[in-house]
């Protein structure tokens, strides 16, 4: 017998690769982090010899969830600024609290309640864009989750950085800081085609090529975004971005709810992948990504939740579900965005797109052991019939119980064990209090 790490003996594991696979009474070996087989379990029982064994019989395993747009800090002002327009929510609430509010703290406490928040939801991975990424990638690596580090430049000033210059060198610091870290990737963040000039997207474009970063960016967010573009620089932004050749592989567009067919063509060209962020962008009202149209001409699509403050939640079960009825209405086709993409698109499409698609998204073996395990034995998941249109359409991310990455248990039996749940909620009351207190001194002026 092979002698491993962990065994884990599940009712479904769903793989991802190949899609649309169930695997009924099937285990899953790890060792050293990562995954060595899947395999049925009356085989395991005589193959393997695992130092701690799970028997999660009534369980399904997925692949961990992989949150591709967030600003994580920003969950300390969930609920602060609803039902409003974007430019409303951004320039009347959002922007005027950050310049009163964050710093190191802010994002420590913030990004803190975030990780929690997800890693309770099932996901491994997510996909930052705030500031002091450096603060975020201290936390990360001290809690074990996997993250990609938003290095984000916009031209004006903020805690972070004065301008686009400074940006720029703290983001090759934070880069030459984790560029080797097993868990840790950084990404190129300029926030917006409206909030970067040319000369920075140059710059930015220069230091992709020599440090062989990725970009990602809020894009073709509103119509509103469009028709100032059109106005103050004659072309659309997508058209802007390609012009200044932006666009590859190595390019995520968040949002794009406005879209012209011959825009699609070119993304599908350039093969830039699409974040998906379906609950965001119906609160605001900015629109509808015509997802059944990019994954038709071959786009990467993946999912993230924005931030709590516009979400106002970071629950991938849900974007998925939402993802899925979307793309339904979009089309008025029922079999549009079937279940096994809306998966798809959370998990190896996610991986795809932050280019870690070799490491994680799904659950194949040698590739890491980022694994999520799910209570099926719940009167709202029952009966079964296809355990994957059951988790797509029905799972509450609640049922989520145990979260591994790395083959590190972050998530046991519904407890984080790496972060400390008490003092994220202390933390997050503290704030609450502060930020009230800001917004009611500015409401009596």
């Not at 005589?46 to 028997?55: E, G, L």
Request: charged share 20%.
């Amino acid at each position: 017998m092979q002698a491993i790490d962990i065994l884990i003996y599940a009712g479904w594991i769903i793989p991802v690769e190949p899609e649309n696979e169930v695997y009924e009474q099937h285990a899953l070996a790890i060792h050293e982090g990562k995954i060595v087989a899947i395999l049925p379990s009356n085989e395991a029982v005589r193959y393997f010899s695992a130092r701690i064994t799970y028997r999660l019989t009534s369980h399904l395993l997925i692949p961990g969830l992989i949150n591709c747009h967030t600003h994580a800090a920003m969950n300390l002002l969930r609920g602060f600024a609803d039902d409003m327009s974007l430019n409303e929510w951004l320039n009347d609430r959002i922007w005027p609290a950050e310049h009163v509010h964050v710093g190191r703290e802010f994002v420590a406490d913030g990004t803190k309640l975030a990780m929690a928040e997800m890693l309770r939801g099932g996901v491994t991975c997510f996909n930052d864009m705030y500031h002091f990424p450096d603060v975020v990638g201290e936390i990360v690596d001290k809690v074990g989750m996997r993250a990609a580090l938003g290095l984000i430049v916009i031209e004006f000033p903020t805690a972070w950085a004065k301008n686009a210059d400074e940006y720029l060198s703290k983001a090759r610091e934070v880069y030459d800081t984790y560029h080797d870290h097993p868990l840790i990737k950084t990404i190129l963040a300029p926030h917006a085609p409206y909030s970067v000039s040319d000369k920075s997207f140059q710059a930015i474009k220069a230091m992709a090529d020599e440090l062989d970063l990725p970009i990602h960016i809020h894009l073709h967010e509103t119509l509103g975004e469009i028709d100032d573009a059109i106005e103050k620089q004659g072309e659309r932004p997508l058209t802007r971005l390609n012009n200044l050749e932006l666009l590859s592989n190595k390019f995520m567009g968040v949002h794009l709810t406005q879209l012209k067919n011959e825009e699609i063509n070119l993304l599908a060209q350039k093969n830039v992948s699409v974040i998906h962020c379906p609950e965001s962008n119906l609160k605001l009202a900015s629109g509808i990504c015509p997802v059944p149209k990019l994954l038709n001409a071959g786009v990467n699509v993946a999912l993230g939740t924005d931030s709590a403050a516009s979400n106002n939640d970071l629950d991938m079960f849900g974007e998925m579900r939402t993802a899925a009825l979307l793309g339904k209405i979009f089309t008025r086709e029922a079999h549009s965005i079937p279940a096994a993409t809306a998966l798809s698109m959370a998990t190896i499409n996610g991986a795809k797109a932050l280019g870690i698609d070799d490491v994680t998204g799904s659950l194949v073996p040698g590739k890491s052991a980022d694994v999520v395990a799910i209570d099926m034995l719940n009167i709202e998941t029952q009966p079964i019939y296809n355990p994957l249109s059951q988790l797509v359409y029905s799972v509450g991310r609640d049922k989520v119980t145990d979260v591994w990455v790395a083959g590190k248990h972050l998530l046991k039996s519904r407890t984080l064990t790496s972060l400390d749940i008490h003092d994220i909620k202390a933390k997050t009351y503290l704030w609450r209090d502060k930020i009230q207190a800001t917004l009611d001194s500015r409401r009596e002026k």
